[in-house]
């Protein structure tokens, strides 16, 4: 399967030329941007790692590039790779963009657990089959 | 009629309050020097008189009746600091190019208003005097609501910013469709139309207006059905999914059961209609805030009253009473789909929902600054009439904090309902790309989509389906103020 978080799942994975567009999309905005990661996927995971501090003084796509190509060189592969745009702006202070810009090569998916109980109702859980493995070791 | 006229001036203060009729213009409900206070709720009314009716004596009445005026004199006014408590016209214009109908601008004290109730404000504002006599017909246009009284109200429950972050979706709009056929599918069945939309690529599907507790589904079993549908395809894609679960019902025990039930299952989203009422709304979404629950506001019955320009009431007030209220999201047009929706009008409406402080705009039907005081985001929703192949002008028109609902244009794709959900989504993805690489997305959009649909065939197929489709009919609710472009292309 294919985890679809994020705002640009449903495209081919986007190039390299593609992922500076957006960034530099978010600097002109005046949004700081961010890179995160992690090897669990769950949805309700919202606490990715956090690669460095955002970027709140970068002004040109390279800057956020060198640092994703970094963050690529210690967990492409093996963890979800994204980048997210925080706006300061009164009102909104929150995430205006974030995209998956790497994925593990092999995404297993969820298993979704059932448990019966008290008349009709039944109690979901969605699990990430990669979360039976320790951090670090799922992918 | 009136004995002031003849009254010596000595005489003045008790003439005003001899025993009879007087013309309400000299009661004190029109007082053209008035300067309206910071913290006076001002409303603008169309006022068409009956056929010889003075247009501002006309206008005095709606203020005197819509406050404290009622058709005679009476001594008791005095007991009353009552030019406090009297609604003061204070501007009266006609309408540009209508004949016969005016712009009557009316202030009313803040103490006239219970603090934090619709059901008050509502009862003076479009009380009584929607069927007074000496008029023809009367729309109330717009309302400015001061600081002061937007502080008494809680807002929407969750607001655009919380619900994105609960879903964790943003920068995109969220995409959505109604379960169709509205009305005869079983609980099972209906579940199945969720899964696959939801599957497919949707992060919403929606029970109808009048989808309650029927004969044919029982609400219990579409919920445990949909929740089933919902927790499926959240597993499927690895993102949070949701399902508008309507708990209207004839009373307010049965909302709040279902609306627990809802609770109980998961579920991170409610709907109720317009129709039960300003209290209702005020209570559902109260609820909400308790219950960490979106709550959705189907406009059922609106255009009863808003659609018409000469009486009722403009979906601009609803839209603010609505952001008081605090529902979440709102029906709040399309402008190419295939409801009623002038495009500068629809403007208005979206800015009132999502903006802190929105200026007079007249060319968009906004006729004073309204201040929000930092209330929370009500996210709008077009839904009616729209398919992938609009997607540009969707993002163009409406931008991309609103929840675009393709019902017939996800479930009647020809290879099914995942394929549809695929097609909307692939669209709405390509186009926010293409938007932020800085395209000129209103020209280019045509070409966006064929290009994505290079490696999408339900895109393909739907642009496909759908390619000539449009509703290109004039609008009747359309501003005042600058020419009118109502044409969907």
Redesign the interface.
């Known amino acids: ?1 294919r ?3 994020g ?6 994975d ?1 190039t390299d030329e ?1 992922i500076a ?2 960034i530099q ?1 978010c600097i002109n905005n005046g949004w700081a941007v961010n890179i995160e990661f992690t090897d669990d ?4 995971n ?1 606490y990715w790692e956090l690669w460095g501090l955002p970027m709140f003084d970068v002004k040109d796509a390279a800057g956020v590039m060198f640092e994703l190509n970094e963050c690529r060189k210690a967990y492409a592969g093996r963890h979800y790779i994204r980048v ?2 925080f706006d300061a702006t ?10 998956i810009v790497n994925r593990p090569e092999n995404e297993p ?4 657990e059932r448990q019966e109980v008290d008349g ?3 109690r ?1 859980t ?1 699990r ?1 089959y990669a979360a039976n493995q320790p951090e670090g070791a799922r992918y | 009629m009136s004995t002031i006229e003849t009254a010596k001036p000595a005489e003045k203060k008790r003439d005003r309050y001899s025993a009879g009729v007087m013309e309400y213009r000299k009661m004190g409900y029109w007082q053209p020097d008035y300067e309206p206070k910071e913290t006076d709720v001002i409303a603008l009314f169309r006022v068409t008189p009956q056929d010889g009716v003075d247009p501002i004596e006309a206008s005095a009445a709606v203020a005197g009746e819509s406050s404290t005026a009622t058709w005679t004199v009476v001594w008791t006014d005095r007991l009353t600091a009552c030019d406090k408590y009297r609604a003061k016209c204070y501007r009266v214009d006609p309408v540009p190019n209508t004949p016969g109908s005016w712009f009557a601008y009316i202030a009313y004290d803040l103490d006239l208003f219970e603090n934090g109730s619709i059901a008050n404000l509502s009862a003076s504002i479009i009380g009584n005097v929607f069927g007074f006599k000496p008029l023809k017909a009367l729309r109330l246009e717009d309302m400015r609501l001061p600081v002061a009284y937007v502080k008494t109200f809680d807002g929407p429950a969750t607001g655009i ?1 919380v619900e ?2 609960r879903l ?5 709009p969220l995409l959505g469709a109604t379960v169709k056929p509205k009305l005869g599918l079983s609980g099972r069945n209906y579940g199945r139309v969720v899964y696959e939309a939801l599957k497919g ?1 949707l992060d919403f599907t929606k029970d109808d207006e009048n989808i309650n507790s029927q004969q044919f589904m029982h609400w219990r079993d579409r919920f ?1 059905y949909c ?2 549908a919902v ?2 395809a ?7 999914k949701g399902t508008y679960l309507n708990i209207t019902a004839g009373t307010m025990e049965d909302m709040y059961e279902r609306a627990e039930f809802a609770k ?3 579920s991170t989203i409610v709907m109720i209609d317009l129709v039960i009422g300003y209290t209702a709304i005020q209570s559902m979404a109260k609820w909400a805030r308790r219950n960490d629950m979106i709550l959705h506001l189907h406009r059922a019955g609106h255009s009863t009253y808003t659609r018409q320009k000469s009486h009722g009431v403009s979906f601009r007030v609803i839209t603010k009473w609505m952001r008081l209220a605090g529902v979440d999201h709102i029906h709040a047009g399309t402008v190419v789909g295939k409801l009623e929706g002038d495009p500068y009008t629809t403007k208005g409406y979206y800015d009132l929902c999502r903006e ?1 402080f929105v200026p007079q705009n007249l060319a968009h039907g906004i006729f004073f600054d309204q201040p929000w005081a ?1 209330t929370r ?1 009500l996210m709008p929703v077009a839904s009616g009439g729209i398919h992938a192949g609009q997607m540009h002008q969707l993002i163009d028109l409406l931008g991309e904090d609103v929840v675009l609902q393709f019902g017939g244009g996800t479930i009647g794709h020809p290879m099914g309902i995942q394929a549809g959900a ?1 097609a909307n ?2 669209a709405l ?2 186009m ?2 293409a938007r ?3 395209r000129d997305i209103l020209n280019e959009g045509p070409e966006i989509l064929k290009a ?1 649909s290079r ?2 065939l339900p895109l393909r197929q739907a642009l496909d389906t759908w390619k000539d489709v449009t509703f290109n009919y004039s609008s009747t609710d359309t501003p005042d103020f600058v020419p009118q472009v109502t044409a969907a292309e």
């Open positions: 399967m985890i679809t978080q705002a640009f799942s449903f495209l081919p986007l593609q567009k957006q999309y996927p769950h949805p309700r919202t997210s745009a009164h009102t909104w202070e929150s995430v205006r963009l974030s995209f998916g969820f298993a979704l009709r109702n039944i979901y969605t990430p | 910013v994105r972050e964790d979706k943003f920068g995109r690529g445990l929740m089933e927790n499926k959240q597993a499927a894609t690895g993102e949070v109980q299952l998961g802190d930092s985001k695929q989504r692939v993805e390509a926010i790309l932020n690489e800085g994505a490696h999408c």
